[in-house]
Nanobody, 126 residues
């Protein structure tokens, strides 16, 4: 297992930016694909972005394309979500997750992820 801790959330005005780090403990980080999901009140959990264990492959949900960037630093055991041009509809709790299956690519399916962080709140005001 890997333990994940998100940070960097907060209140930001529409059009602003936030960077969410997710720090991982354990020796499996560099062999794990990582993903970001979000959940707004009353809504289902939504896929945001994912990155392969090498960082060479990324995939984005439709709401994130062109505005968000996922990256990772395996030396620091950290995955990042850079969010630009934020909109009020981006307001949600953001979770990072680790896929421990050793697959080479990145998955968009929440059920494929084995470990989850506690989440960090992002609120975008209009």
């Amino acid at each position: 297992q890997v333990q994940l801790v998100e940070s960097g959330g907060g209140l930001v005005q529409a059009g602003g930016s936030l960077r969410l780090p997710c720090a991982a403990s354990g020796r499996t980080f560099s062999s794990s694909a990582m993903g970001w999901f979000r959940q707004a009140p009353g809504r289902e959990r939504e896929f945001v972005a994912a990155i392969s264990r090498s960082g060479g492959s990324t995939v984005y949900g439709s709401s994130a394309k062109g505005r968000f960037t996922i990256s990772r630093d395996n030396a620091k055991n950290t995955v990042y979500l850079q969010m630009n041009s934020l909109k009020p509809e981006d307001t949600a709790v953001y979770y990072c997750a680790a896929d421990l299956s050793l697959k080479l690519g990145a998955t968009v399916v929440s059920g494929d992820y084995d470990s989850w962080g506690q989440g960090t709140q992002v609120t975008v005001s209009s």
